[in-house]
T-cell receptor, first 110, second 114 residues
Framework: DAKTTQPPSMDCAEGRAANLPCNHS???????VYWYRQIHSQGPQYIIH???NNETNEMASLIITEDRKSSTLILPHATLRDTAVYYC???????????FGQGTTLQVKP | GAVVSQHPSWVICKSGTSVKIECRSLDFQATTMFWYRQFPKQSLMLMATSNEGSKATYEQGVEKDKFLINHASLTLSTLTVTSAHPEDSSFYICSASFARTEQYFGPGTRLTVT
């Protein structure tokens, strides 16, 4: 599975959009981009995933560049409860395994 | 989303004893369950993958005789830490998926070995 690179930390003001970037320059054609988040001392929570088209659900939007080498997770109106570590993971899904990197710690501030 | 539970949520045991952690998918049948370990201020580390009715597949460096995994049904997997030692103290998290789709994680089990 391709490796991902994320900034270690980001801040966001409450009520504003949080844009979390992820680089995955070695992604292959059959690999998906998944986003999970982990609030302190809890199990990770699935957010969204995509292959090449942009995706949106009730939690977030996922924007994938045309060359698929990077993506952005957008939380449209961040709240204090969105403070968490966000993980971007690339996987082909053949094994179903997820390999977690260090993620981005998002701090939403009032 | 789908719900996965773990029991117990925390456990303290003495060195040399064994501890069993249960992982259940409450509202769906999980064809595959995964076990992770997380040390303080670190990311999740995949320990093993288990498919219902099959032997678990362990990641490199994970001792299969120390971390016994049983996936007896489509809704239950167990992780037994045998002869636990203080260095096994960690946050153990399971996840479940159906047909290799997204994984749903349990709330985790905090193990402290004294």
């Amino acid at each position: 599975d391709a490796k991902t690179t994320q900034p270690p930390s980001m801040d966001c003001a409450e009520g504003r959009a949080a844009n979390l970037p992820c680089n995955h320059s070695t992604i292959s054609g059959n690999e998906y981009v998944y986003w999970y988040r982990q609030i302190h001392s809890q199990g990770p929570q699935y957010i969204i995933h995509g292959l090449k088209n942009n995706e949106t659900n009730e939690m977030a939007s996922l924007i994938i560049t045309e060359d698929r080498k990077s993506s952005t997770l957008i939380l449209p109106h961040a709240t204090l409860r969105d403070t968490a570590v966000y993980y971007c993971i690339v996987t082909s899904g053949n094994t179903g395994k997820l390999i977690f990197g260090q993620g981005t710690t998002l701090q939403v501030k009032p | 989303g789908a719900v996965v539970s773990q029991h117990p949520s925390w456990v303290i045991c003495k060195s040399g004893t064994s501890v069993k952690i249960e992982c259940r998918s409450l509202d769906f049948q999980a064809t595959t369950m995964f076990w992770y370990r997380q040390f303080p201020k670190q990311s999740l580390m995949l320990m093993a993958t288990s498919n219902e009715g099959s032997k678990a597949t362990y990641e490199q460096g994970v001792e299969k005789d120390k971390f016994l995994i049983n996936h007896a049904s489509l809704t239950l997997s167990t992780l037994t830490v045998t002869s636990a030692h203080p260095e096994d103290s960690s946050f153990y998290i399971c996840s479940a998926s159906f047909a290799r789709t997204e994984q749903y994680f349990g709330p985790g089990t905090r193990l402290t070995v004294t």
